[in-house]
């Protein structure tokens, strides 16, 4: 019988890992923890997005981010200011830029608030403004160190996540979990069966998870490949089919 796997991403951020676990011989189930909502904009956070080419570096925190974000600014600017350093989080956040014909730069591994604050743009920051383009809530480290090396900051939330009230947890048996946040977490966290093993999206995660008494392997990051690592180290393709 084939293990069966539990994706836990907001909808529309599940499909790639999904087709990769299913290709390996895996079972799959999607069923999203979380559920995304754009915010309202204050008439500051539009000005904010206005004055685009006032900043030295444009930080994009997560994929929706960059893609709240591009849905608001490709009417406010048909074309990139010049001389802004782009920064997104990871990858994936990276790649909805490109599209846009925005060019980042990005950590090459990490892929969380540390590896972003190790970036060479975001060191030198004297008399130099910057502008973080994120979700509400979150980890509050980025901010913090950004605003203590640069002469502004300024941020936009542009969405905020909630527990999906249309999660279920499957009826049929579960032999792993994926996790990427820790507040996905939070909300399946009541469901999960103390036998069933959980792949976090980082070692973070995973020590909030460890704490709450569940077996948990920690991805190198959450993006697809690691996830998929991690989940073979657990229940190894050989086993899946």
Known sequence: MKKHVLITRPNGQHQALAS?????????????????????LSAAERGFLLNLDSYHAVIFISRNAADYALSILQDFWPQWPVGVHWLAVGEATAHVLQEAGITPDHPDQGFNSEALLAMPSL???????????????GRELLAPVIRARADALDEVVLYR????????????????VM???????????????????????????????????????????????????????????????
């Open 179 to 241: 996790v990427t946040s820790q507040q996905s977490w939070e909300c399946i966290a009541s469901n999960v069966p103390a036998d069933c093993a959980v792949i976090a999206g980082s070692e973070r995660i995973a020590e909030i998870i460890r704490a709450d008494g569940f077996t948990v392997v920690a991805a190198a990051s959450p993006h697809d490949a690691d996830m998929l690592s991690a989940i073979q180290s657990v229940l190894p393709v050989s086993s899946a089919g």
């Open 20 to 40: 990769a676990l299913q290709q390996q011989g895996y079972a799959v189930t999607h069923s999203p923890a979380l559920a995304i909502e754009q915010t309202f």
């Open 161 to 176: 996540r909630l527990c999906d009230s249309h999660f279920a947890w499957p009826a049929e048996r579960v032999d792993a």
């Open 123 to 137: 060191q030198d920051l004297h008399n130099k403004k910057v502008l973080l383009l994120r979700g509400e809530g």
